[in-house]
Each structure stands twice: as structure tokens, then as C-alpha cells.
């Protein structure tokens, strides 16, 4: 059960996280991610982790994106922005891409953010396999996410262990709270863990899965298997795969491989989690609690040769903290003719620094660099106190434009978003050649 005691409810939380994991086998995204990531359910996500394997990464086509975000990254953004989710994190090693999203009201409850790469595939040379990760701590709960693509073909099931276990030793995050990856409280282990269905033949395969007798291969998923002999393994645990295999299908079509090799489907993209049991004293003061809601696929998208697939799961948890570190605020109107002031005070200690920033950004931003403009917190001290300071923003950096506005205090020492204010209008400027007339006006 997910209830917690009586005593904490006015600090648990609720938090419905939306995790996706895709093969897209090198093509571009489709127009419309509507349904993968559920965006016409009355349900709205907390979060949304996506995960991608072999995502294009020709040398030509991955220095461009190194200059600009790629196409996926691109369509995710611009899909789940305008509905108030932050890009809060990113990793990208060649065809492995991983994103975290976050509604904008968790943003600054969202710190100790890292992330790291492992590359095993060609000698690790170029890092077409492997595993790209994202840590963080979510009211104080340690959370790590694991995206692995890890090696192909049948015969290579204990490669796939080996490989697995490589990247856990390699993966480290500091010397802070939980430096690996089975330190963290809850650990996401997900992407195309390239686990195949071992001994039946093709025809049998076929049958189980046009009858909806899926259980009838279970016992021979190589993940299944290997979870009987590797202690690592067992730690983990899985929904049941009640969705058809998601490897490998003819493009644009529900048609497993009909070319000359003739694949045999298999489960390869998996999500898999490990709550940790160690931390018991910290359990039971700050519980956090998971059910997995739905692990399914989704048979619409035919750009690739995988399905993608989807777990959705609620976390139950105790905030460790209420309060963001700090508060900040627009003062008095704001509009493009006028310098303005932002007022900002920590709630609680924390390691400031002179470059610490703070952002103003459109409603509807994407990610910490969308900022409109920025104003260091220490050169354009106003006045201080104990408790409030004061920083001076031009007229000359404030959009023209107007609209919706938000300020974002940005801590360069946690390397994360600390503080964000209400929203906040910001009235459209004069039309340059009026400011002209006004000063010729002024002056005569």
C-alpha cells in the first residue's frame, strides 16, 4: 500500500513520473508525440525521463548537435514546454540521449544535479554503447536514472550482464551522498538492454504472440534467466511483460522482420528500478514509496525498428524540505522603459556565490538557457540586508515585446535553479521612434 502515516501527510507527496525508453534506430522523430508521452490524459506527469538509443550520430550530424540540441531533443522540448515542463537535465554520448523533465513548481526542489557516461561498445572508442545517466535529489531523495544500450545478438547474454556491471563499477557522481549508482535510493535501470527470447523457434514465437499467450515465453527471456544466477539482477525489479516483444518490426508497420534475416522478436527495451534497502534509519523518518501504475508499448510509432515502451509509476514520498532556498520576486511594475528591480532573500543557508544569477524567462521556457536576459547577483547590488537584496535590472535587457515573465535564481555552486518567483506581467516597451520623440520632446 502507498498510504503513509497520518502525522506526515502535510508533507507527503504524490508525484506521477512518466518514463520512456526508445530504440529510434537512427530515424527522425515523428510530428506528433501526443501519445507517447500521454499529453491528452487527464493525468499530467510530475516528471518525464525519456530515454533514446541510436539516435543519429554521424560525425557531421553530431557536431551539429553539439552546436545545436538535436531533433529529438528538440520536439520534446517544444512539446512539453508550452505545458510548464523544464528541461531540467540532459546527457548525450553519441546514440544515447537521456532527458529530464520537470513542472516548473519541483524545479527548485531539484538539486545535486550530475550526470556521467560509460562508453563499452568498438572498445569503447565510440561510445555507440553503453549507458548515459542522470542523478539528482528530489526533496531531499537521492533518484538515479540509468539509460543503457548494451550489446546485440542472442549468443550475448552474459556480455549484456558484464556490460551492465562495468557500467555500475565506472559510473561515479563525487565523493558527496551516494557517489554510485547503487548508492541512490531508488535507481531507474531502463533503454534497449538487448535481452532476446532464447530456444523456441520463429513459428512458436509468432503463435504465442498473435494468441496473446505472451506468458508462455517468459521463462525464456534472458533477462528472466539471468536474474536466477546474477546477484546485481536480482536487486531489480520489473513490471510483467504483458506487451507484445517491441523488436523487431518492419518500419511503419505492426509486421515483425520480414527481410532475409528474419529476427526473432524479443523484449529488448526494458524498464527496470532497485529501491534501496540499506538506508533504513532514512526510510523510515523520510519514506518513499513506488508503484508501478502501467509498463506498456506503444504500437503506433513505425519511424523505427523497436516500439517504444512506457512505465508509468507514482512515488509516494516524505519531502526532506518545504521551502526553496531562495525567494525572489519582481519589484514593483515591470516594462521595457523603465529599469527594474528584482528582489531576492535565502530562506535557509546555502553556498552563494558572486557568480550566482538570476534569470528572467518567458512563461513557457524550456530549459536554464532560455533566459531573455540575466543579471549577476553581486555587480548589480542595489541595496542589502539580513534578510532582502536588491538588484537592478536595465531597460535596455527587458524584452521589448512584454508578456509573461518569470525570475529564476540560478546557484552556480549547486549548478541548479534555487528560486523561482511568481509569474509576473511585463508591459510592452515604447516603439523606439516614440522614446525618440519623447526625448526630443524633453530636450526642447
Not at 153 to 181: C, N, W
Not at 221 to 235: F, N, R, S
Not at 274 to 294: A, C, G, V, Y
Not at 407 to 435: D, H, R, W
Request: aromatic share 12%.
Amino acid at each position: 500500500s502507498l498510504s503513509l502515516s497520518h502525522s506526515s501527510l502535510s508533507h507527503s507527496l504524490s508525484i506521477l513520473l512518466h518514463m520512456v525508453t526508445w530504440n529510434v534506430a537512427t530515424a527522425d522523430p515523428p510530428d506528433d508525440i501526443s501519445s507517447l508521452l500521454h499529453l491528452n490524459s487527464p493525468k499530467t506527469p510530475d516528471l518525464y525521463v525519456i530515454g533514446l538509443q541510436e539516435v543519429y550520430a554521424a560525425p557531421h550530424r553530431f557536431i551539429i548537435d553539439m552546436a545545436v540540441e538535436d531533433s529529438w531533443s528538440h520536439l520534446f522540448m517544444s512539446s512539453l514546454a508550452p505545458r510548464g515542463y523544464l528541461k531540467v537535465s540532459s546527457i548525450r554520448m553519441q546514440g544515447l540521449l537521456l532527458l529530464f523533465f520537470s513542472k516548473l513548481a519541483h524545479v527548485p526542489f531539484i538539486r545535486d544535479i550530475h550526470d556521467t557516461y560509460t562508453r563499452t561498445g568498438i572498445f569503447g572508442y565510440w561510445g555507440n554503447k553503453g549507458g548515459v545517466s542522470i542523478r539528482l535529489s528530489f526533496y531531499g531523495h537521492m533518484l538515479c536514472f540509468l539509460n543503457c544500450h548494451l550489446a546485440a545478438h542472442m549468443q550475448y547474454a552474459s556480455q549484456r550482464v558484464d556490460e551492465f556491471e562495468y557500467i555500475l563499477d565506472t559510473q561515479t557522481f563525487g565523493p558527496k551522498k551516494a557517489p554510485h549508482v547503487l548508492d541512490h535510493k531508488l535507481v531507474f535501470w531502463f533503454g534497449d538492454l538487448n535481452f532476446r527470447i532464447q530456444d523456441h523457434g520463429m513459428h512458436f514465437l509468432r503463435n504465442c504472440i498473435t494468441s496473446h499467450k505472451l506468458n508462455l515465453l517468459w521463462s525464456k527471456d534472458q533477462l528472466t534467466m539471468m536474474k536466477k544466477k546474477e546477484a546485481v539482477l536480482q536487486e531489480f525489479d520489473e513490471g510483467p511483460l504483458d506487451f507484445q516483444p517491441t523488436y523487431k518490426f518492419d518500419r511503419f508497420s505492426d509486421r515483425y522482420d520480414s527481410s532475409g534475416k528474419m529476427r526473432k522478436p524479443a523484449w529488448t527495451d526494458r524498464i527496470l528500478w532497485r529501491k534501496n534497502t540499506k538506508q533504513q534509519e532514512e526510510e523510515e523518518e523520510f519514506p518513499l514509496k513506488l508503484k508501478q501504475d502501467s509498463y506498456t508499448s506503444n504500437m503506433e510509432y513505425g519511424v523505427s525498428d523497436h516500439k517504444p515502451v512506457i512505465g508509468i509509476f507514482t512515488l509516494e514520498l516524505r519531502k526532506m524540505y518545504e521551502t526553496p532556498l531562495v525567494r525572489v520576486c519582481a519589484e514593483g511594475e515591470w516594462s521595457a522603459d523603465i529599469d527594474a528591480m528584482v528582489i531576492y532573500s535565502p530562506l535557509q543557508p546555502f553556498p552563494s556565490s558572486a557568480w550566482d544569477w538570476i534569470g528572467l524567462y518567458k512563461v513557457g521556457f524550456r530549459s536554464v538557457s532560455d533566459y531573455i536576459t540575466y543579471t549577476w547577483v553581486k555587480d548589480d547590488e542595489v541595496s542589502f540586508n539580513d534578510e532582502l537584496t536588491q538588484v537592478y535590472v536595465s531597460k535596455d535587457e527587458i524584452p521589448v515585446l512584454g508578456g509573461e515573465c518569470v525570475l529564476c535564481y540560478y546557484c552556480s555552486t549547486l549548478q541548479c535553479i534555487v528560486g523561482i518567483s511568481s509569474p509576473f506581467k511585463v508591459s510592452a516597451g515604447l516603439a523606439p521612434e516614440n522614446i525618440n520623440g519623447l526625448d526630443k520632446a524633453t530636450a526642447s
